[in-house]
């Protein structure tokens, strides 16, 4: 079974940067798994922030940005707002199937 | 503006089974791959299905293959997720999803609101 983890929940002060990732069992990520990221907040749908690693959707604010770190994706948020403050979750492609990953929740403080 | 609105949700019984719509405007759906995703309470997300442009592929978790099947109407701009023995971990909030491009491959754009599917006797 695949599995994606991420980091359960991380905290970071307001104008800080954190880092999340995105890990996968199967071994390194790789551009190939075209990994996304989507912010999601508390009764809302999730919204796209990234496709295949580092393209931001026009919407998308300049502080996220997606990148490949030591064998895993990852989305850097740098000059943190409190509107950051979300669940976030990466998608995986594994030829013809998705995975998600398992969830951060970061919370600014 | 594109809007993707799902309807259909609903209290079924195990067992039972039930069909989600997705209505897709504001961009020309055949261009687009499409999936479904789901959330149950409290939970992370899953994704459950997925069908390109031409419903020449598709795909599914391995937790509902076998079970369900997803379909479009292209002339009617409607994507499908026939449900059929469902079951209590079926229980979620239902999402579909545009993909960014005809077939699978390089991400996702835009989400509905989602439509709710409780099994439970």
């Known amino acids: 079974q695949t599995v994606v983890t991420q980091e359960p929940s991380l905290t970071v002060s307001p104008g800080g940067t954190v880092t999340l990732t995105c890990a996968s069992n199967?071994?390194?990520?790789?551009?190939?798994?075209?990994p996304n990221w989507f912010q999601q907040k508390p009764g809302q749908a999730p919204r796209a922030l990234i496709y295949s690693t580092s393209n931001k959707h026009s919407w998308t604010p300049a502080r996220f940005s997606g990148s490949l770190l030591g064998g895993k994706a990852a989305l850097t948020l740098s000059g943190v707002q409190p509107e950051d403050e979300a669940e976030y979750y990466c998608?995986?492609?594994?030829?013809?199937?998705?995975?998600f990953g398992t969830g951060t929740k970061v919370t600014v403080l | 503006e594109v809007q993707l609105v799902e309807s259909g949700g609903g209290l079924v019984q195990p067992g039972r089974s039930l069909r989600l719509s997705c209505a897709a405007s504001g961009f020309t759906f055949d261009d687009y791959a499409m999936h479904w995703v789901r959330q149950a309470p409290g939970k992370g997300l899953e994704w459950v299905s997925g069908?390109?442009?031409?419903?020449?592929?598709?795909g599914y978790a391995d937790s509902v293959k076998g079970r369900f099947t997803i379909s479009r109407d292209n002339a009617k701009n409607f994507l499908y997720l026939q449900m059929n023995s469902l079951r209590a971990e079926d229980t979620a909030l239902y999402y579909c999803a545009r993909d960014l491009g005809y077939s699978y491959g390089q991400g996702w754009d835009y989400w509905g609101q989602g439509t709710l599917v409780t099994v439970s006797s």
């Open positions: 199967t071994g390194a990520v790789t551009s190939g798994y075209y």
């Open positions: 998608l995986l492609y594994y030829g013809g199937a998705y995975v």
């Open positions: 069908i390109s442009w031409n419903s020449g592929n598709t």
